[in-house]
């Protein structure tokens, strides 16, 4: 076999390489075939190659999460904080508000929520983004990480609203419902000065 250089070949001749290499026939076995194709339709033909290649030696038939792995490894663009991200805001992990009282998470999804002084008003991680910043996380499997979500729709709006992304909203509106519920009464920063101010000099820099 040829290990030098890039032969030109597409994901499916790469992935059948693969299963020969293995002493397996994809065809005898479509779905799972076809299955690993899927999973591998994102990944760079030079890298998924590679990974294929240092593969190769291995006595097992490895799993497809060692290709996966051994494709992140190889990726340069798999590095979190590779392209802006409104979401995000390039972290690629997405998150939420919750109230938390004895070890019991609800959800906030609301600027409407009433808030409550009996708990606490926190952020959590939700999933993963559907941005380039999120495939930093693809491969947590059985971990909320490795799950691709949308921020809550009111967080996205109000970040569009303030010009910045649903991330930096989230921390924003947790403290917004801890001020409220500890009866301190400023004004949300999400509708306040701080952002009246802060669009005020974004307008001015971009002037
Ligand atoms: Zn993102």
């Known amino acids: 076999m040829n290990g030098v250089g890039f032969p030109a070949v597409n994901r499916l001749e790469i992935m059948e390489r693969h299963w020969y290499n293995h ?69 690629g992990l997405i998150i939420g508000v919750v109230f938390i009282k004895d070890n019991i998470n609800m959800d906030v999804v609301s600027y409407d929520h009433v808030p409550r002084p009996d708990g606490n008003y926190t952020t959590r991680i939700v999933g993963r983004c559907d941005c380039e910043n999120g495939r930093a996380y693809e491969l947590v499997n059985g971990n909320v990480m490795g799950k691709i979500v949308q921020p809550d729709q009111f967080l996205v709006n109000a970040a569009a609203k303030n010009g910045w992304d649903a991330t930096f909203e989230a921390n924003v509106a947790a403290q917004h419902f801890r001020d409220k519920a500890d009866g301190i009464d400023r004004k949300g920063l999400s509708d306040g000065p701080l952002a009246q101010l802060i669009n005020k000099l974004m ?5």
């Open 23 to 91: 002493n397996r026939d994809p065809y005898k076995n479509k779905n799972l075939f076809e299955d690993q194709l899927r999973r591998v339709s994102h990944i760079d033909e030079h890298v998924l190659f590679k990974a294929v290649e240092l593969l190769a030696g291995e006595d097992v038939f490895p799993k497809i999460k060692k290709v996966l792995y051994h494709s992140m490894v190889l990726s340069p663009k798999t590095e979190v904080g590779t392209v802006d991200c409104n979401k995000c805001g390039s972290n």
């Open 203 to 207: 307008g001015e820099a971009s002037e």
